[in-house]
Each structure stands twice: as C-alpha cells, then as structure tokens.
C-alpha cells in the first residue's frame, strides 16, 4: 500500500514537472502512471522545456514589434527632419534673396551682390 501511494506521489511530481516546463500535467502524469514515473521523468528532464521557447518566442515577438515601432519612429523622425530642412533651405533661401538686394550708401542704388562699385554714382561699395 505505501509502495502505491509511493507512485502516485511520483507521478504526481512528474505531472507537477512536466507543468512547470509547460507540458500537459495529465498526460505526463498518467505516462509516468503507465510506464515508469523515473523513465518519464528522465524522459521529461531530456525533452526541451517548452516554457522557455515560449518566453524565447514571446521576447522574440516583443523585440520585433520593438523593432517595427523604432523604425517607424525613424521613418517619422526622418520625415520631420525633412520637412524641417526644407524648411530651413527655404528660409536661408528667403535670407539670401533679402541680403542680395543691397542698395548703395551714397545715392540708393539698387545693387547687385558683385557690384564693387554703385553702378550710379561709382561709390565703393565694401560687402562685409
Ligand atoms: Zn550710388
């Protein structure tokens, strides 16, 4: 009679660890029932755990979905750099086109960004 109770409670454990690596309780359970609950335990000890691929799949899953967000963020990210070089170009472009236009000191001239002289009056013209 203990020596029944004996197996039980060994199969039992085997059902608890096949559990805990993420493998049906029961079927472990009455396996190690069936056969012999040390060859389904080494059995269960020699088999991958389960448990563990699925935490591997999960984290895989998760630095993937990591991963698309980030290149998503670049992609917004270069999208926003973008519109705000344009911006800039555009801005530097407007700042030329108003520093080009320079008149000269002397008679008001408009002059051009070579000009040395005030096409006008003849005026030296210094560009800093
Ligand atoms: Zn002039």
Do not use: H
């Not at 472990?28 to 080494?42: K, N, R, T």
């Not at 800039?88 to 086109?97: E, V």
Request: aromatic letters at 10%; proline letters at 2%; charged letters at 25%.
């Amino acid at each position: 009679m203990f020596e029944f109770a004996f197996w039980i409670l060994c199969c039992a454990a085997v059902g608890y660890y096949a559990d805990k690596k993420g493998r049906s309780q029961w079927k472990w359970g009455l396996a190690a029932a069936f056969f012999s609950p040390i060859i389904v335990g080494i059995v269960l000890a020699l088999v991958s755990d389960k448990s563990v691929e699925r935490d591997v799949a999960e984290l895989r899953m998760g630095q993937e979905q990591l991963r698309d967000r980030v290149a998503a963020d670049e992609k917004i990210t270069e999208a926003r750099f973008g519109q705000m070089e344009g911006r800039i170009s555009g801005a530097a472009q407007a700042t030329g086109a108003l520093e080009e236009v320079r008149y000269c000191p002397s008679c008001g001239e408009a002059l051009r960004s070579n000009d040395k002289f005030c096409s006008r009056c003849g005026e030296e013209v210094s560009w800093v």
